[in-house]
């Protein structure tokens, strides 16, 4: 399974962005699509997760991000998508995305895939 990232950029504090995952090859086992992002100088840390049907199943989301970011998926585009509305300073990081065949919600190591990661970078 390949994924790619993309619609990172730069944005004022308090904009919008979406983000986009696009999977390829071997998607029909998936079971979880996933969002992490990663600051400078710190760890990697859970935004969001959905099941790869994006119906019906579990969803997750941090607390710092659960009223401004929404975690969606694209059926048609085979694509999981991340609205990320209401940007703080604090926001900027680079987001991947991950895959995996079971749920593995927030923990990280239950991933089998990820992207290469776009960065968001928001300006106050």
């Known amino acids: 399974v390949q994924l790619q990232a993309s619609g990172g950029g730069l944005v004022q504090a308090g904009g919008s962005l979406r983000l986009s995952c696009a999977a390829s090859?071997?998607?029909?086992?998936?079971?979880?699509m996933g969002w992490f992002r990663q600051a400078p100088g710190k760890e990697r840390e859970f935004v969001a997760a959905?099941?790869?049907?994006?119906?019906?199943?579990?969803?997750l989301s941090a607390d710092s991000v659960a009223e401004r970011f929404t975690i969606s998926r694209d059926r048609g585009k085979n694509m999981v998508l991340l609205q990320l509305n209401s940007l703080k300073a604090e926001d900027t990081a680079v987001y991947y995305c991950?895959?995996?065949?079971?749920?593995?919600?927030?923990?990280?190591?239950?991933?089998?895939?990820w992207g290469q990661g776009t960065l968001v970078t928001v300006s106050s």
């Open positions: 959905t099941t790869w049907s994006g119906s019906g199943g579990p969803q």
């Open positions: 991950a895959a995996g065949d079971r749920w593995s919600g927030s923990h990280a190591p239950g991933y089998d895939y």
């Open positions: 090859g071997g998607t029909s086992n998936l079971y979880t």
